[in-house]
């Protein structure tokens, strides 16, 4: 392996401080190389030469060190006073390109390493100028850099492949609940199985309990919903199947306290918003803990009941987790509670709430408002499609097996994206570390 000479950037750059300050610059013509990655106008330039631009403050604010990122501009621009434009002095020895690339793959080591300050952490002028930087021909430089673009140009063609395979993953995902809560995906099982007991009779089922459970007095009978008209219904459903309200599959639908709770270090797991992922699964290091003393005024917020589903109905809407069992919990902010009747299961009942037409209207005409949350009435009155209970069983049968392929389909593109990655890295090395 050979070794490359070193040399200091003060030997081979100018280092020079942005002329104006970010907020008094006055739009126009021409660049304005500012910390963001995205540039601003400024109507006077400051600078018509190719070179680094490098932030002299932290990226991440007070008492830490960090650069997001550095810039490289050509032409003329202006820069902000709180970076610095670095300039190669002969062209002929050094590429400010070559410069960039060779900064931003080890901006940790070599700048951010240099910030000082315990507070304001910025990056000395002069510590810049002291950075070695591995000198080739400038020949091999341009080869080098020719090589890169061409590498860079490929792989950024395959890293929009990559995206656009996650896309359709992710539409395949909601394809296969949306034919799952249409019926499509049992449709030939239908065809093999045409004396099960229709949803009809389910309902009577779930009434029937309901009844005794408010004669008991453990819910309460709540207002009765209207009838269904056909001009309501999205789409078609097999004859088996009954459009119905998700008020009436449920013995409790419940709200989450409107309060913020006071955590603690130990006592009932608290799941909010921010505790639900749209895989259907529980983020365990984002739970806190709240005393069981907190919701006493509503001891149905408590949820020690296995199958219960927590839907986010504010922030990441629409996104639903089943509660496992011997998990005591209760509800936290921006969430509620569906307990759907004891028989159905409830991976089918979360299947059919996240893929709701109703539910996904609500959220589409909630983005964009300041408070951005779907109330109790409407979650209590959208209509959802129930299947016979044996369909159902079968319907999470197939969907499981079909999200266990699309989640395989997932590894297997994220592994081509870190390949990806690696080789950009060991393009990028290969002129510095020879």
Request: hydrophobic share 35%; with cysteine.
């Amino acid at each position: 392996m050979t070794e490359l000479r070193k040399i200091k950037i003060s030997d081979l750059c100018t280092i020079e401080k942005g002329k104006i300050g970010i907020k008094k610059a006055i739009p126009g013509e021409y660049p304005l190389v500012v910390t963001a990655e995205k540039r601003l106008t400024c109507n006077e330039y400051h600078f018509d030469k190719t070179s680094v631009i490098i932030p002299l403050v932290s990226s991440t604010g007070h008492g830490h060190a960090s650069l997001k990122r550095i810039h490289y501009q050509e032409g003329k621009f202006a820069v902000g006073s709180i970076l610095c434009v670095v300039t190669p002095k002969d062209n002929n020895i050094l590429d400010a390109y070559f410069l960039y690339k060779f900064l931003d793959l080890y901006k940790e080591q070599l700048l951010v390493s240099r910030m000082k300050g315990m507070a304001n952490v910025t990056l000395p002028m002069k510590e810049i100028g002291k950075i070695e930087i591995p000198l080739i021909s400038i020949v091999e430089q341009k080869k080098w850099i020719n090589s890169f673009k061409i590498t860079h140009r490929n792989i950024t063609q395959f890293d929009t492949e990559i995206t656009n395979q996650q896309v359709y993953l992710k539409k395949l995902r909601q394809t296969i609940l949306q034919e799952a809560i249409q019926g499509k995906l049992t449709k030939e099982w239908r065809k093999h199985n045409q004396n099960v007991e229709p949803a009809s009779e389910l309902l009577k089922k779930i009434k029937a309990e309901k009844d005794k459970l408010i004669k008991e007095k453990k819910i309460n009978k709540g207002k009765p919903l209207p009838p269904i008209k056909p001009d309501e219904i999205p789409f078609e459903i097999p004859e088996t199947w009954q459009w119905t309200y998700t008020s009436e599959v449920c013995n409790y639908i419940v709200d989450c306290p409107h309060s913020t709770p006071k955590f603690i270090d130990t006592g009932y797991n608290c799941i909010d918003t921010t505790c639900v992922n749209d895989r259907g699964e529980i983020l365990l290091n984002r739970v806190r803990k709240v005393s069981i003393n907190t919701f006493n005024s509503r001891n149905e917020r408590l949820v020690p009941a296995r199958g219960d589903i927590i839907y986010s109905r504010e922030g990441s809407i629409g996104q639903a987790v089943i509660l496992p069992d011997k998990y005591p919990a209760c509800l936290g902010q921006r969430v509620m509670l569906f307990r759907p009747y004891r028989e159905i299961p409830s991976v089918m009942f979360r299947f059919i709430v996240v893929s709701s037409f109703f539910l996904n209207k609500l959220i589409e005409n909630h983005k964009g408002i300041g408070a951005k949350h779907v109330n109790m009435k409407d979650l209590r009155g959208s209509l959802i499609p129930l299947p016979p209970l044996d369909e159902q069983k079968e319907i999470v049968s197939r969907i499981i097996k079909l999200i266990k392929y699309c989640d395989e389909l997932e590894i297997h593109i994220s592994k081509t994206q870190k390949y990806s990655e690696t080789l950009m890295q060991t393009v990028l090395k290969e002129a510095f570390e020879r």
